[in-house]
């Protein structure tokens, strides 16, 4: 990641231009290089709730998903290839309610919230103005702000036992995940689950998957990442990286019948292992890429398998707050690897993009 060049415009210098009483806020801001965009550190007036439903929300915590990196590379296309730059980044925040707006009716000051990953979809069918919602992608504004202003129906009330940094993970993997299982997948205990590395969707699968009674294999480059996860409630670990056929091992602890849903992140390194791993009538959630993505499945033997493939793009507003709700009963506690401060969010970027990590990595806000 290239070096971050930190601008703070003077800050009183703003106060003088601006109209009295106006508060300054800090945000991050994408500029574009001569390659990339960069994270530039900005100091701007405080939004305002102009629009009825309106509500301000000081940002407590974000989080990174690897989305992130590819909307500072321009990469991003799927229903973002809009440009970032003079945007705030990153879909993923939680935090308070500070001030509620005109016809504001879900929410009052003080409440506790998380934005949801697309600010239109609250429930049904995706559409194509769902993909064009997605924040901190396609020119709309992300959450690594102080304040942000949003419209009610784009947040969700977070549970009561999660801190800030925890509740920040939430909007874009934890919501992935339990679509896919809950969802499309329609997940049943004692159900096999395949969990693909430990990041952040396959560490809140592993959790969603045990919590539900089913019975979650995760494969890992490391040991002590499947130790970790055999603490979180894994059935079966195995090392992908020790063990090339990952898959034999996964099918033969099911017994030899095969998974029964598997959360496809790792792409064209995985789909075709991940197939050989599924069982008859099973459900594969295609979901990322981290290999690049893959592009075959033999329809013929989709045909004879009875297998199902659907394809997830996070989930809608009641998607998050059905998972809320299943997290607040069980008391799940999503798995943080590190938190940053919001000066280091370089740092944080870096820390994906080279690090070793499991789960969520989080920017703390104030
Ligand atoms: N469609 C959607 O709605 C949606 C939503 C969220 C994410 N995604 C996509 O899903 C993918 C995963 O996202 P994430 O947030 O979970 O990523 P992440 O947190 O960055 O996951 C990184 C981890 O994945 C594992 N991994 C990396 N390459 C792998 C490979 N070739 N085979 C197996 N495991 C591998 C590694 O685990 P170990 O260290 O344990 O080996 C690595 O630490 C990304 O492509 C992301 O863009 C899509």
Not at 46 to 70: F, K, Y
Not at 190 to 213: H, I, K, N, R, Y
Not at 326 to 341: E, G, L, M, T, W
Request: aromatic share 8%.
């Amino acid at each position: 990641m290239k070096a971050v060049f930190i601008v703070f415009l003077a800050a009183a210098a703003l106060q003088a231009q601006a109209p009295a009483r106006t508060s300054m806020i800090r945000q991050y801001q994408l500029e574009r290089d001569a390659k990339e965009l960069r994270l530039v550190i900005k100091t701007v007036p405080q939004p305002v709730a102009t629009q009825p439903g309106q509500v301000l929300v000081r940002v407590r915590a974000v989080s990174l998903n690897q989305r992130d990196l590819l909307v500072m590379r321009g990469q991003y296309g799927a229903g973002g290839g809009g440009d970032m730059s003079g945007h705030v980044p990153l879909s993923d925040g939680a935090g308070e309610i500070i001030a509620v707006g005109a016809g504001v009716n879900r929410f009052k000051a003080g409440d506790r919230v998380a934005g949801t990953f697309f600010t239109q979809w609250v429930d049904g069918k995706r559409t194509p103005q769902v993909a064009a919602s997605a924040r901190g992608g396609g020119g709309v504004d992300g959450m690594l702000s102080e304040v942000i202003v949003a419209h009610q129906d784009s947040l969700v009330r977070i549970p009561d036992h999660l801190s800030f940094e925890e509740a920040a993970t939430l909007p874009c993997a934890g919501v992935t995940a339990y679509r896919a299982l809950f969802v499309d997948g329609q997940l049943k205990p004692g159900e096999f689950v395949l969990l693909e590395g430990t990041g952040g969707v396959s560490t809140f699968g592993l959790q969603f998957a045990a919590a539900a009674g089913a019975k979650p294999i995760i494969t890992s480059s490391s040991d002590d990442k499947l130790q970790e996860a055999r603490k979180l409630g894994a059935f079966g670990t195995v090392n992908y990286r020790t063990n090339a056929e990952w898959q034999r091992e996964v099918r033969k602890l099911t017994g030899n019948a095969g998974v029964d849903h598997v959360l496809e992140v790792g792409g064209r390194d995985t789909l075709p292992k991940a197939l050989e791993a599924l069982g008859f009538e099973g459900h594969v959630a295609i979901i990322g890429g981290l290999s690049g993505f893959a592009s075959d499945i033999s329809a013929g033997r989709l045909m004879t398998s009875g297998a199902s493939v659907t394809g997830i793009y996070v989930g809608s507003r009641a998607d998050f707050e059905a998972m809320n709700r299943f997290i607040a009963q069980h008391k799940i506690r999503p798995v943080v690897d590190r938190v940053f401060p919001f000066e280091e969010a370089a740092k944080a970027y870096d820390f994906m993009d080279n690090g070793s990590y499991m789960g969520k990595i989080v920017i703390k806000i104030g």
